[in-house]
């Protein structure tokens, strides 16, 4: 596949600085451009690669100015780094019309009851269950299982190993990567007199809506009564937790290690670091903005509130503490002087006593 400059600007609806009609047929970063690549520039400490590479067209902002001569074609647009995503996005779908298949590959089961949509592909090893229904144009990858009763949406992509347990809702557009578990039994278990726990059925589900995009390797919990709810637009990075009820708000985007416990819920729009840790029935506000490795065990009503910490706290609260944190050796140090220095002033001050009482 190869474009001009001219036609990539056009579809970004940008402007042209330098040859319109230079060619590009591959895309890279920009440290790595050479001849014939495309590549972008949105953050600033990147800038002098931009003076040094090869690539024939480099996107940039449309207020960027160079500040040295510049070899290649540069396309100005509002947005760098979502212009660069959008063209990522169609070299992607291109890439893959090669290999698109449809069909059922053998061996594999599909059960006689199962509803499965046009332009539908299952891939070797797989199994569908009684009355699972695969939308139009999904891609069910080798070695997938679905249980029974679950419904996958229109356009998914379910990567190869995915488990996705019985009853399990789906909505359209969806992409599951290798290995995550939907609808495993929520952690619930009863103490008993005796010291010993008892297992609490677990007979909710999943429902997942449109457009969710899960990592490898996650693992959803069904509800224990009622759903597990991953709303529209969410993103969840790899290794992720996500316990029984818990209900995470559209457009929410969560990093890899992440946990969150049983029946909290995240407001939409929220951005969870890696490796937090949410305790359960909590409700977090919309926008809460969680720093890595935070750890929160409090509900949170103020919206677009930045978080960090373990436990929490607001970011400028926490940045004032970390600096603390950081002198408490030298401090511990302080204190031990002066209290050896506290020690001997005592000691003086009872010396004299007891001369003057003479």
């Not at 402007?15 to 970063?29: C, Q, R, T």
């Not at 720093?291 to 509900?299: C, E, S, T, V, W």
């Amino acid at each position: 596949m190869q474009f001009t400059a001219k036609q990539i600007s056009e579809f970004l609806d940008g402007a042209i600085d330098g040859d319109e009609n230079v060619e590009v047929s591959e895309l890279s970063k920009i440290e790595d451009g050479k001849a014939g690549s495309l590549c972008f520039l949105s953050n600033p400490k990147y800038e002098n690669y931009l003076y040094q590479t090869n690539a024939s067209v480099v996107i940039v902002g449309k207020d960027f100015v160079p500040s040295q001569p510049v070899s290649s074609t540069l396309v100005k647009v509002a947005d760098p780094y979502s212009a660069f995503s959008v063209l990522l996005e169609k070299y992607n779908e291109a890439l893959n019309q090669s290999g698109v298949q449809s069909g059922i590959e053998e061996p594999s089961f599909v059960h006689p009851t199962a509803k499965i949509g046009k332009n539908v592909f299952i891939g070797a090893f797989s199994y569908i269950a009684e009355n699972v229904t695969i939308g139009d144009n999904s891609k069910i990858g080798p070695q997938v299982f679905i249980g029974i009763d679950s419904r996958i949406g229109k356009d998914c992509l379910i990567s190869p190993g995915v488990k996705i347990y019985n009853r399990s809702v789906l909505g359209d557009r969806i992409v599951i990567h290798s290995n995550t578990v939907i609808g495993s039994d929520g952690f619930g278990f009863a103490p008993q007199p005796d010291g010993t726990y008892s297992k609490i059925a677990q007979i909710g589900n999943v429902v997942i809506e449109d457009d969710v995009e899960i990592g490898a390797n996650t693992a959803i919990d069904r509800a224990t009564m009622g759903s597990t709810f991953i709303r529209k637009g969410v993103k969840l990075d790899n290794l992720i937790q996500i316990a029984h009820n818990v209900d995470v708000g559209e457009h929410t985007v969560v990093a890899a290690q992440t946990g969150i416990s049983g029946s909290s819920k995240l407001g939409e729009k929220s951005v969870v670091g890696g490796q937090v840790g949410i305790a359960g029935h909590l409700s977090l506000a919309k926008g809460t903005q969680i720093g890595a490795q935070a750890g929160i065990n409090f509900n949170t009503t103020e919206e677009n509130k930045q978080w960090h910490g373990s436990p929490a706290q607001p970011l400028r609260d926490w940045m004032r503490a970390s600096v603390i944190f950081k002198q408490l050796p030298h401090v511990d140090k302080r204190i031990t002087k002066l209290e050896a220095r506290i020690a001997e002033l005592t000691a003086l001050v009872e010396q004299l006593a007891q001369y003057q009482s003479k």
